[in-house]
């Protein structure tokens, strides 16, 4: 099965697909109302003159079915760059044939070949079908971090 897998690069013909799929992945996360992206964004942030997030593509013969959106972030414990990815999706009639693991471990790959020093993301708490999967592939939950984040109007 993983011979019809292909992970690559987005291309700017791609973000329209991206686009779509990110607001697939907000519907299914009950977040919908909190999409405010453009295809101007999203172009600026992959393609930009101050780009600052990465995008593979998953295809599965030849059709787009997930993507992965990562950016750089940095340990003061390590001393070492990582990677923080944002997100990780793979439509729901494409899942459980090894997409979302060939998306993960490509990322993985990338921080190794640059030396970095680790990959981390986060999960809904009620999404046991993302966490089984994350605890399937030998990642570890962090209990003992807690993420905050001030809303727009308080920064």
């Known amino acids: 099965m993983l011979n019809k897998i292909k992970i690559r690069s987005a291309k700017e013909k791609d973000l329209n697909k991206i686009l779509a799929m990110i607001k697939e992945l907000a519907e299914y996360e009950k977040l919908s109302e909190k999409v405010k992206i453009t295809l101007n964004d999203l172009s600026d942030a992959v393609f930009g003159e101050n780009k600052f997030v990465e995008v593979l593509i998953a295809e599965y013969q030849d059709e787009i079915c997930g993507y992965t959106i990562f950016f750089k972030n940095y340990s003061t414990f390590i001393g070492k760059a ?70 727009k109007d308080r920064f």
């Open 82 to 151: 990582g990677y923080f990815i944002e997100d990780l999706y793979v439509k729901p009639y494409h899942r459980n044939k090894g997409i979302g693991k060939a998306l993960l471990n490509s990322v993985i790959q990338k921080a190794k070949e640059n030396n970095f020093g680790r990959v981390e993301w986060t999960v809904l708490n009620w999404n046991q079908t993302a966490i089984k999967f994350y605890e399937s592939i030998g990642a570890l939950q962090l209990h003992d971090w807690i993420i905050y984040r001030p809303e």
